[in-house]
């Protein structure tokens, strides 16, 4: 394993970050390569553990030369966002500089070619660590983006190109749910990691082989020992299964038996009133068309007060927020419905 430095240049004089990069050199070069990238969004840190478990085990692969692709590691893809504290409260998701989300704004190509990425001398640091991010992932048969949602179960966002091709990949990681998007006008990293491969020759595209996936490790409080030790597990089943270890102990995946869906069958469920939320639900549970979500106390004390929420279809709760307070139309959580949702929002993967 070979350890290096990036360093981004900060948006004045005398600031500079910093972020390292793990590399395992594949023995085979026909095998397929991996990226692994966690807390692009800075405060989600589920990845980040996950990797400090898989690191080791790769380790153990390359002492007794089982690594037969390339692997490039990145354990913490944000130093920028690492950083950013405002009154007390860590902000991981958005550049404060220029207000950006750290997971928009990558540079779509229109093929998977270093050399047509933009230059940025004049840009804004946060722009700058998307570009290097990309142009350190591209080329790699297998793109892992490791994120969390607020509370949630574990989920995959993924291309409709590569699924059901994809399917083996879930099943190894054990995830719950994965949801299907097609669309991507702003620039995730993962739609800057597969839209470069949707209009190539069939050769470049690959994708049999292909793995490009937003993988959300369940909550931002899921920061756990046992759960990094299991999500380790997953993302190690996931490499061998593809052959970029070898491992002739682990049995293949089976079927997954999770929850598939496409992206337009989430109901968001924004908020009537502002006031404090009472959850009727929590990740995992089944709903039935009507049942009360969620009920809004926007004016305590008073007839009236309390506004109830309830679903429009039925469906599985994916996700729900951590904290308690909430503004009107902010959303309330993720259901996802056995059909297209009635107020379906188009475009891009809600990581
Ligand atoms: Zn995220």
């Not at 690594?67 to 998701?93: M, S």
């Not at 574990?154 to 699924?163: D, E, K, N, P, R």
């Not at 049999?208 to 089943?237: F, K, M, N, P, Q």
């Not at 959580?333 to 990581?351: H, I, N, P, W, Y």
Request: charged fraction near 25%.
């Amino acid at each position: 394993m070979q350890k290096s430095i990036e360093r981004i240049a900060g948006d004045s004089e005398g600031i500079s970050y910093e972020f390292p990069v793990f590399r395992f050199k594949g023995q085979d070069e026909a095998a397929p390569s991996a990226y692994l990238q966690a807390a692009l969004h800075a405060g989600e840190l589920p990845g980040v553990i996950a990797i400090d478990v898989l690191m080791p085990m790769l380790v153990k692969a390359e002492a007794e030369g089982r690594i037969k692709g390339d692997i490039t590691l990145v354990p913490q893809a944000n130093p920028i966002g690492r950083a950013q504290y405002h009154f007390g409260e860590h902000q991981g998701r958005f550049h404060m500089g220029t207000r950006n989300n750290f997971n928009r704004g990558f540079p779509l190509l229109a093929a998977p070619d270093t050399k047509l990425l933009p230059e940025t001398a004049l840009d804004t640091a946060d722009q700058r660590l998307k570009v290097r991010l990309l142009q350190l992932s591209l080329g790699h048969d297998i793109v892992l983006d490791l994120h969390c949602d607020d509370e949630g179960l574990a989920y995959l966002y993924v291309h409709t190109s590569l699924w059901p091709a994809m399917a083996d990949c879930a099943a190894a990681m054990g995830v719950d749910a994965v949801v299907l998007w097609s669309e991507d006008t702003d620039g995730t990293f993962e739609g800057a990691s597969i839209m470069p491969y949707q209009n190539v020759p069939a050769d470049v595209a690959r994708f049999g082989r292909r793995v490009v996936t937003t993988v959300e490790y369940r909550g931002i409080l899921d920061v756990d020992g046992a759960l990094a030790g299991s999500d380790a597990e997953g993302l190690y089943r996931l490499l061998a299964a593809r052959g970029v270890v070898a491992d002739t102990a682990l049995p293949a995946p089976g079927p997954f038996t999770g929850t598939v869906a496409p992206l337009e069958n989430i109901d968001m469920m924004p908020a009537p009133r502002a006031g404090a939320v009472l959850y009727d639900v929590k990740p995992g549970d089944r709903v039935a068309k009507g049942a009360r979500l969620a009920t809004i106390v926007h004016a305590p004390g008073e007839v009236g007060g309390r506004t109830e929420v309830f679903a429009p279809q039925a469906g599985l709760i994916l996700t729900r927020r951590s904290r308690r307070i909430i503004r009107a139309g902010e959303d309330l959580l993720k259901l996802v419905g056995d059909r297209k949702s009635a107020d379906a929002r188009s475009g891009t993967l809600e990581d």
